[in-house]
């Protein structure tokens, strides 16, 4: 219980960058635990307690029947060595049989995340074709394991009765011979077989170490991925936020080290309580400076000060106090309403929940279900609208009452009126607060008094309002002419 809840609180806080980018392999990896956990059960504590024992017998056996003591050790000896001899062959088809499975589980997530998708493009074979050829590949891998296993297991099994015949047959000469006694024979023939079943179950652990430490090793790799705030690093407490970036020849990349970088910013200045819009394409890199501004994506050069330290020596649960960020990607999670609104803020009562949905224009719709707060949403916010989905995350974001709002398209799923209301609300709530906010939407400008306008991972313009407005009409004018 303890090593599933360090090993899982290590994965909630491993830095973005750094996060397996296939969700299906990280959720593989984290199952590993359970092979590794099979391998601790009592049974591996039982054979290993036994151990004492089977020498103990070995010297009861040597003084009851002499020599006859020299067949459980040769039998040992042939119970044992196929398994060592086998431990390569062991890990490879381990190695193998767990990475086919990380493949099968990838494909297996992002066939249900997209299920919409594959019914609406008529992708059923091609996804039913790819699960099969997983699947194939994948059981043979399983069989491989199993296979030599088995063998091993019934190697055990077969070294274990052939002891009990052995032990008479040599016996019996000597009991002719009276050399030992016909009791003797038969209490050195049953030690001899009780004692063999420990090493039994030696020879099946064996069988399954390596799994488990394949398994061991996918978990070590998680656990060696770098996280927000390791223990080690002493970090920075700030008590409050006003909300002042700088960024100084910032570099920002994600996973692939061999991908250009996708945003790079020389200098930049947001003052506290500046709003301010970030327009560009596509892909340009406004996202991203949204996630480097919030701590979540650390540059891979240069630096980023929040009220004049760096932004990630700052204790982060600092940081996620007082900045707020809504991406494109925010997700409502299974609950109810109300869970969902206070995640953030598990303090926040009724009053505010009311006040944080009536300033997004969600008050109403709340109001018409039938458990109101109590509603019950399904996993990803399944049978609430797109711009139902988005109010109530801007809702759970306005109820924790941070001092900086980094906005990603906040407005994107809403239609004009839900837009111009939240717009007008909006504007007197964030009054002394910073506000940074992606959009491609006009109506959104009239909260901010500047815009950066971002091509390409550069920044191309930084002006007031006004100012950029007037060179993007100037510009439109040129091209048009």
């Known amino acids: 219980m303890l090593t599933s809840d360090r090993v899982f609180g290590h994965a909630l806080r491993v830095r973005n960058r750094a996060r397996p980018t296939s969700t299906g392999t990280f959720i593989a990896q984290l199952r590993d635990l359970d092979q590794v956990r099979d391998m601790l059960t009592s049974t591996t504590v039982a054979a290993i307690a036994d151990l004492p024992f089977f020498i103990l017998?070995?010297?009861?056996?040597?003084?009851?029947?002499?020599?006859?003591?020299?067949?459980?050790?040769?039998?040992?000896?042939?119970?044992?060595?196929?398994?060592?001899?086998?431990?390569?062959?062991?890990?490879?088809?381990?190695?193998?049989?767990?990475?086919?499975?990380?493949?099968?589980?990838?494909?297996?997530?992002?066939?249900?995340q997209g299920i919409e998708d594959i019914k609406t493009l008529q992708a059923e074979e091609r996804f039913q074709r790819q699960w099969n050829h997983c699947n194939a590949v994948a059981g043979e891998a399983q069989l491989?394991?199993?296979?030599?296993?088995?063998?091993?297991?019934?190697?055990?099994?077969?070294?274990?009765?052939?002891?009990?015949?052995?032990?008479?047959?040599?016996?019996?000469?000597?009991?002719?011979?009276?050399?030992?006694?016909?009791?003797?024979?038969?209490?050195?023939?049953?030690?001899?077989?009780?004692?063999m079943a420990p090493m039994?179950?030696?020879?099946?652990?064996?069988?399954?170490?390596?799994?488990?430490?394949?398994?061991?090793?996918?978990?070590?790799?998680?656990?060696?991925?770098?996280?927000?705030?390791?223990?080690?690093?002493?970090?920075?407490?700030?008590p409050s936020v006003s909300g002042r970036f700088t960024l100084r020849s910032a570099v920002f990349g994600y996973a692939d080290p061999n991908a250009p970088p996708a945003l790079t910013v020389p200098r930049l200045e947001i003052?506290?309580?500046?709003?301010?819009?970030?327009?560009?394409?596509?892909?340009?890199?406004?996202?991203?400076?949204?996630?480097?501004?919030?701590?979540?994506?650390?540059?891979?050069?240069?630096?980023?000060?929040?009220?004049?330290?760096?932004?990630?020596?700052?204790?982060?649960?600092?940081?996620?106090?007082?900045?707020?960020?809504?991406?494109?990607?925010?997700?409502?999670?299974?609950?109810?309403l109300r869970e969902n609104l206070t995640m953030?803020?598990?303090?926040?009562?009724?009053?505010?929940?009311?006040?944080?949905?009536?300033?997004?224009?969600?008050?109403?719709?709340?109001r018409r279900l039938r458990d109101g707060l109590e509603h019950v949403v399904l996993e990803g916010g399944l049978g609430l609208s797109g711009g139902q989905q988005q109010a109530l995350l801007l809702a759970r974001l306005l109820i924790r009452q941070p001092q900086v709002m980094l906005l990603d398209e906040p407005t994107a799923a809403m239609d004009e009126t839900s837009e111009r209301q939240f717009i007008d609300r909006f504007r007197d709530w964030s009054r002394d607060r910073t506000v940074v906010v992606a959009t491609h939407r006009m109506r959104v400008l009239d909260l901010v008094d500047r815009i950066i306008i971002i091509d390409n991972g550069q920044i191309l313009l930084d002006q007031s309002k006004d100012a950029a407005l007037e060179t993007m009409r100037s510009a439109g004018r040129s091209q048009a002419a």
């Not at 652990?205 to 080690?232: C, E, T």
């Open 57 to 112: 017998f070995l010297i009861i056996l040597a003084f009851i029947g002499g020599s006859l003591a020299l067949v459980p050790v040769v039998a040992l000896v042939a119970l044992l060595l196929p398994s060592l001899l086998a431990q390569r062959r062991l890990r490879a088809h381990a190695t193998e049989s767990m990475r086919e499975t990380s493949l099968r589980n990838a494909l297996l997530v992002e066939a249900v």
């Open 144 to 195: 491989r394991l199993r296979g030599l296993t088995a063998s091993l297991s019934t190697w055990a099994q077969s070294v274990q009765n052939a002891v009990y015949a052995t032990v008479i047959f040599v016996g019996a000469p000597m009991v002719i011979g009276g050399d030992i006694t016909t009791g003797a024979l038969v209490a050195t023939s049953m030690l001899a077989s009780r004692m």
């Open 200 to 238: 039994g179950q030696v020879s099946h652990l064996l069988g399954r170490y390596q799994h488990a430490k394949v398994a061991a090793q996918s978990l070590d790799q998680i656990m060696a991925l770098p996280v927000d705030n390791p223990d080690a690093e002493h970090r920075i407490p700030l």
């Open 344 to 366: 953030g803020a598990p303090m926040a009562g009724h009053d505010e929940i009311v006040r944080a949905l009536d300033m997004v224009g969600a008050i109403d719709f709340v």
């Open 271 to 336: 003052a506290a309580g500046e709003k301010v819009a970030l327009l560009g394409r596509n892909g340009a890199g406004k996202s991203t400076l949204l996630q480097g501004l919030s701590g979540m994506l650390q540059p891979l050069g240069g630096e980023i000060l929040l009220d004049d330290l760096t932004l990630h020596q700052i204790d982060p649960a600092d940081v996620r106090r007082d900045v707020a960020l809504l991406t494109q990607n925010s997700r409502l999670f299974h609950g109810t």
